[in-house]
Nanobody
Framework: QVQLVESGGGLVQAGGSLRLSCAASGSIFRTNTMGWYRQVPGKQRELVAGFTTGGSTNYADSVKGRFTISRDNAENTVYLQMNSLKPEDTAVYYC???????????????WGQGTLVIVSS
């Protein structure tokens, strides 16, 4: 059973910074994609930043230049450094992993439990 454990959310003033962490544990043969999404009440969950299957990164336009995603492959951990935070960044942030448990097996996905980020004005 693969699980994701997130940490690092909290309350911060506008202009401040936070760093989110997401550690994956369990039987993972290959990480396909891994990234961060966020959701506010009444809206769809949206991609914030992520690693593609080729290892490149992509970001939502709203966070480009402010957020940076990085990872530690040895620890199966992904980080999201969030700088210059704005009140509109307030949301529950979810880690997402698409992985395979064998060389010829299709991907599975798992979500973290979510971590709340509140940015006060």
């Amino acid at each position: 059973q693969v699980q994701l454990v997130e940490s690092g959310g909290g309350l911060v003033q506008a202009g401040g910074s936070l760093r989110l962490s997401c550690a994956a544990s369990g039987s993972i043969f290959r990480t396909n994609t891994m990234g961060w999404y966020r959701q506010v009440p009444g809206k769809q969950r949206e991609l914030v930043a992520g690693f593609t299957t080729g290892g490149s990164t992509n970001y939502a336009d709203s966070v480009k230049g402010r957020f940076t995603i990085s990872r530690d492959n040895a620890e199966n951990t992904v980080y999201l450094q969030m700088n210059s935070l704005k009140p509109e960044d307030t949301a529950v942030y979810y880690c997402h992993l698409d992985y395979s448990t064998g060389p010829y097996l299709s991907g599975r996905e798992v979500w973290g439990q979510g971590t709340l980020v509140i940015v006060s004005s």
